[in-house]
């Protein structure tokens, strides 16, 4: 007999084909990703799902963001990938210092598209899966006015909930300032609950402690407690990513 976990895959792939798509070239995982993002209703994850393949199929039409697209955004040298957490996670750091508002809206979209690919991608362990997860640290050290970008963190939260779901294993938002908190409450009105509940803001000498316990010394950078190098995300080779 059939868990109610099948149950609902099975269902979810035959609400697919009535929105006239198909799952079967996709693996469970990665149908169980857009199940998990709507608590387990078929139904709204098959929405999901075929709202994601369109998407995917318009903006992403050779299946990746090559680097001649987001030149611009890769010469800020803003974005590092630096191997896996102790959680088993690629571990993203972003420096948001090195951030300025884009000119050029849709190539900072092509950016983070980009971004999200290869570091899911750099965490494939011989065959994809389809539910692999990125731990990202967001280090806001020396963050002035010129850096904030609250449509940029809108925009780039928007692609992170509405194409990526379940993808995003822990995000810490690292040296604050204090004039960031309003900028921060603007952004959070549209998070939905399964990502701010995955966001955790670090910040004193016990903050520090719990960020080197969770993410382990082995992928953080010296700068931030750890024992590697920072390594930029364009310096990194990594598989394409399938699903």
Not at 21 to 45: C, H, Q, V
Not at 89 to 116: G, T
Not at 169 to 187: E, G, T
Request: net charge positive; proline share 4%.
């Amino acid at each position: 007999m059939a868990t109610s976990h099948e149950v609902k895959l099975t269902q979810m792939k035959e609400h697919v084909q009535k929105l006239g798509s198909s799952a079967e070239k996709y693996g469970d995982a990665t149908l169980e990703r857009f199940l998990i993002d709507k608590s387990m209703d078929p139904n709204k994850a098959a929405k999901l799902f075929v709202a994601w393949q369109n998407w995917r199929s318009s903006f992403v039409p050779l299946g990746f963001i090559p680097e001649s697209e987001v030149v611009e955004e890769l010469n800020a040298k803003k974005v590092f990938l630096q191997g896996l957490s102790k959680s088993g996670h690629p571990l993203v750091i972003l420096q948001a210092n090195k951030h300025y508002p884009a000119k050029d809206q849709n190539q900072y979209k092509k950016f983070m598209v980009h971004m999200l690919d290869k570091a899911i991608a750099s965490g494939i362990k011989g065959t994809e899966i389809g539910n692999e997860k990125i731990v990202v640290i967001m280090d806001m050290q020396k963050l002035a006015y010129k850096n904030v970008d609250t449509h940029g963190f809108i925009a780039g939260f928007q692609i992170l909930q509405s194409y990526y779901p379940e993808r995003l294993a822990k995000l810490y938002m690292l040296n604050m300032p204090w004039f960031f908190a309003s900028v921060w409450k603007i952004i959070s009105r549209v998070l939905e609950k399964s990502t701010s509940d995955k966001i955790v803001i670090i910040s004193g000498e016990k903050g520090s402690k719990q960020l080197i316990e969770e993410v382990g010394k082995e992928a953080l950078p010296v700068e931030l407690g750890g024992m590697a190098k920072l390594v930029l995300l364009q310096d990194v080779q990594v598989p394409q990513l399938k699903c």
